[in-house]
C-alpha cells in the first residue's frame, strides 16, 4: 500500500464536502454530457459515460438530472456546446497543475485562468511542460467502514486495481486507465460499491513542501482553481508535510 500524508486527505475530505453541499452536481452533469457527446449516449456503450453515471448515482444526482445531460451530450435538447481543454500551470515553488475545464467559451476560460494565476502566484505553462510530470490512472474509493487494510487490499488484487492508498475516511484505489470499468464491475459481484469511479492525473514524482507560507499559497491556489466555476478536475503534484498540515487552517 502506497503512503499518503494528511494533505492528501484533507483534499479527498473536502471533496467529500463539496458533494454534501451539492456543489459537483453541475460538474458531474458536465462529464456525463460530455461522456455522451463523444461516445454515444448508450452507458452500455460508452465506458466513460457508465462510470459518469455510476458517480453521479453515487452522489445522489438526480435520475431527471443524468438524463437530461445525456440528452443534451447526443443532441437530443437544445444546449450550450461544451468542448474539453486541459490547462498546465506552475504555482508557487514550482508547483505543477493540470486544470481540466469543460467550457463553452475556450477563450474566456482561458483569460479567467490566466487573471487568477496572476493574481495569486501562478503563471500558464507551455503545453506539455506539467502534463509529462502526470501519469494518466483511474481512481475510485471504497467506504472503510466494513474493511480494515487487509481486506482492501486483499480485494484490491482480486478485483484487478493496481494500488491502494490511505484516503481518510474511504480507500482509493487505482487502475489503469482502460481497466477502470472492469475494476468496477469486479467489485460490484464481490458485493461492494465503488465510488466516484474517475480518470485522474496522478503525479510521478510528488512536490513536497515543508514551508508553511508556501504551503499556504499552494493549497490556497488549489481551491481557486478547483472552485472556479468550469473547472472540473484540478491535479497537482505536490504535497505537504505532516508537521505543518495543521496550521494550515
Not at 84 to 89: N, T
Request: hydrophobic share 40%; proline share 2%.
Amino acid at each position: 500500500m502506497a503512503g499518503h500524508n494528511k494533505w492528501s486527505k484533507v483534499k479527498h475530505i473536502k471533496a467529500v464536502v463539496d458533494v454534501k453541499r451539492g456543489k459537483v452536481f453541475s460538474k458531474m452533469a458536465k462529464e456525463i454530457t460530455i461522456a455522451a457527446k463523444h461516445g454515444g449516449g448508450n452507458p452500455d456503450l460508452n465506458a466513460r459515460l457508465r462510470s459518469a453515471i455510476l458517480a453521479a448515482r453515487a452522489a445522489n444526482v438526480p435520475n431527471d438530472n443524468i438524463e437530461r445531460a445525456v440528452k443534451k451530450g447526443t443532441g437530443e435538447l437544445d444546449g450550450q456546446s461544451l468542448e474539453e481543454v486541459l490547462y498546465e500551470a506552475y504555482g508557487p515553488n514550482g508547483a505543477a497543475f493540470l486544470v481540466e475545464v469543460v467550457t463553452d467559451n475556450r477563450n474566456r476560460s482561458a483569460n479567467d485562468l490566466r487573471t487568477l494565476l496572476s493574481k495569486n502566484g501562478g503563471t500558464f505553462a507551455d503545453a506539455g511542460s506539467v502534463a509529462y510530470q502526470f501519469s494518466r490512472r483511474g481512481e475510485l474509493r471504497l467506504p472503510k467502514d466494513k474493511l480494515n487494510e487487509d481486506a482492501a487490499m486483499e480485494l484490491a488484487l482480486e478485483s484487478g486495481a493496481q494500488d491502494v492508498q490511505d484516503g481518510g475516511e474511504v480507500w482509493l484505489l487505482y487502475t489503469a486507465t482502460d481497466e477502470l470499468f472492469e475494476v468496477v464491475a469486479a467489485l460490484r459481484q464481490s458485493g461492494h460499491t465503488a465510488l466516484e469511479p474517475r480518470l485522474i492525473y496522478q503525479a510521478n514524482a510528488p512536490l513536497l513542501i515543508s514551508d508553511l507560507a508556501t504551503a499556504r499559497g499552494a493549497t490556497s491556489l488549489y481551491d481557486l482553481l478547483d472552485d472556479y466555476d468550469d473547472a472540473q478536475s484540478v491535479h497537482a503534484n505536490f504535497e505537504i508535510d505532516d508537521s505543518i498540515v495543521e496550521q494550515l487552517d
